[in-house]
């Protein structure tokens, strides 16, 4: 739990609540289809050439999907603590052209997955591209 305590937005409560309906994450192959367990990853349909995201599934673990929309509307409230991050940047794209509702699964989405590796690697959570970064630096 202290792993997802690093997760923007997730306390205490969240990281029980994850780590507790996750289980062990051998039962996911990837952090995309953790996601959509979770719920956090809309239905998409395709034909001729034209992509339509519909809504979340209704069939998903309820608890996981409550746990990731309230981390990322603490992050929204609490946005002035957090600086500019990625999570941030994330939400005010979407919400700028789709609203806050996609937004927030959006950045729901994004913790879920987040959570996914953070827990199978066993590492605290880093902004996207710091690897990429420090790589680069030493390099």
């Known amino acids: ?13 969240l990281a029980i609540t994850i ?5 062990n994450t051998e039962r996911f192959p ?7 367990y979770s719920g956090k990853v809309p239905r998409v349909s395709s034909s001729g050439g ?19 929309t309230e981390a990322a509307n603490a992050i ?25 509702a996609k937004a927030i699964t959006a950045v729901g989405r994004h913790l879920a997955e987040a959570a996914y590796w953070m827990l199978k690697n066993d590492e605290p959570y880093r902004e996207p591209g710091i690897k990429k970064m420090v790589s680069s630096i030493r390099g």
């Open 30 to 36: 990837t952090g995309e289809k953790f996601a959509s």
């Open 50 to 68: 034209k992509t339509y995201y519909g809504k979340v599934r209704p069939d998903v673990n309820r608890y996981l999907k409550w746990a990731f």
């Open 19 to 23: 780590a507790l309906e996750m289980g």
């Open 1 to 13: 739990m202290q792993i997802l305590k690093t997760l923007p937005g997730v306390g205490p409560i």
């Open 76 to 100: 929204v409230l609490q946005q002035h603590r957090l600086g500019d991050c990625h999570v941030l940047r994330l939400y005010w794209r979407i919400r700028n052209h789709k609203g806050h």
